[in-house]
T-cell receptor
């Protein structure tokens, strides 16, 4: 079974600065997807960024980028130029790429609560 | 296009009762997944439905069940409620059950069991 671990329960950053959230995972599969989801106080889960394991290039989405280290099974999220609206709970998630094996099932980490200070 | 909707948004039940939660996916989406979110256990996968068939099931007791209708709307049912069933129940939909397709989450149903 796959596991996802986020070792930072809480993080804080000053507005306009950069913060990195950590995530490690464990799997025996070679093909999979990794995601970062954001959950603001409204509780609506929002996809921030995704990474396909077969791609060596790190994914980027505007101010959000990842550092994907497949051998180390590490998947960190970097938020640049942090904004007040970035304050939320961030979840790292794993999804198997095998259609028959995992379907749509996501395995989530424990979450990191990000505070953005003005 | 309307997003994923879940009803009701809030629910209070008594221990021993049963409850049914509803999820309407985005129009055209055929895959629906359910998750339970609690402070202690975090986000845990309950089950997934695709074209009215349960494709995947998480490690939950048989008191938790679900179904999907021909219009892709899904319901989950919890019988004989326990205090530990108090949680936010999230539903997510995607076009098909392929990893290539993004899942969109609903706002959740907050269930409180007293």
């Amino acid at each position: 079974a796959q596991t996802v671990t986020q070792s930072q329960p809480e993080m804080s950053v000053q507005e306009a600065e950069t913060v990195t959230l950590s995530c490690t995972y464990d799997t025996s599969e070679s093909d999979y997807y990794l995601f970062w989801y954001k959950q603001p106080p409204s509780r609506q889960m929002i996809l921030v960024i995704r990474q396909e394991a077969y791609k060596q290039q790190n994914a980027t989405e505007n101010r959000f980028s990842v550092n994907f280290q497949k051998a180390a099974k590490s998947f960190s999220l970097k938020i640049s130029d942090s904004q007040l609206g970035d304050a939320a709970m961030y979840f790292c998630a794993y999804r198997s790429a095998g259609r028959r094996v995992g379907g749509s099932r996501l395995t989530f980490g424990e979450g990191t609560q990000l505070t953005v200070n003005p | 296009k309307a997003g994923v909707t879940q009803t009701p948004r809030y629910l209070i039940k008594t221990r021993g009762q049963q409850v049914t939660l509803s999820c309407s996916p985005i129009s055209g989406h055929r895959s629906v997944s359910w998750y339970q979110q609690t402070p202690g256990q975090g986000l845990q996968f309950l089950f997934e439905y695709f074209s009215e068939t349960q494709r995947n099931k998480g490690n939950f007791p048989g008191r938790f069940s679900g179904r999907q209708f021909s219009n892709s709307r899904s319901e989950m049912n919890v019988s004989t409620l326990e205090l530990g069933d108090s949680a936010l129940y999230l539903c997510a939909s995607s076009l098909v059950d392929s990893p290539d397709y993004e899942q969109y989450f609903g706002p959740g149903t907050r269930l409180t069991v007293t």
